[in-house]
């Protein structure tokens, strides 16, 4: 019924509050489509997960544009959006009111996505408590790895498989 990225990204998202691994989890997904077939509101749900990653660890600037480009394109995937089990219109007054927050420069808050499909919503319960995670618990602000994942992962695998790709420029240009 709905992708199993689509739920891991649901169950990171309310239930670690890892917005890094949100964004890896969707763009993996969104990547599989040929580039031009790649559905637009899948960069919508990335956005909103990593501008709230910027929100958490204070980058206003960073929160503040993810999260309009994020709004942006959701409002203009209605459709999508209701086929995805989310409720639109609250789901763009939450956007919203997390967007003034970050304006405000007021303190990260974790959210709810208004998910209005109750099989949804159970599909990522029994995958949290299958993982042992709590959903719907707050950001753990003392997370240190959390919080700066972007720089404190182990990126081996992401730079042998750059060196990789430009090995095969090299290549190709041969």
């Known amino acids: 019924m709905y992708p199993k990225a689509y739920i891991d990204y649901l169950v990171e998202f309310h239930a670690t509050r890892d917005y890094f691994e949100c964004h890896e989890i969707l763009e993996e997904y969104w990547k599989e489509d040929p580039p031009k077939k790649r559905k637009r509101y899948w960069v919508g749900f990335i956005q909103l997960a990593v501008a709230l990653y910027h929100h ?4 206003t600037a960073g929160a503040k544009r993810l999260m309009a480009n994020s709004i942006r394109i959701l409002q203009a995937e209605h459709r999508a959006v209701e086929d995805l089990g989310l409720d639109h219109g609250r789901l763009l007054e939450l956007m919203q009111s997390v967007y003034e927050q970050i304006e405000t420069v007021s303190a990260y808050k974790s959210i709810i996505l208004p998910i209005k499909d109750e099989k ?11 993982k042992k995670y709590t959903w719907g618990q707050p950001s753990a602000l003392s997370n240190i790895f959390l919080i700066d994942k972007h720089r404190l992962r182990d990126r081996t695998d992401v730079i042998r498989e750059r060196e990789k790709e430009i090995e095969r420029r090299k290549k190709s240009r041969d």
């Open 56 to 59: 958490r660890r204070q980058n």
């Open 120 to 130: 949804l919503e159970e599909a990522c319960r029994i995958e949290c408590r299958k």
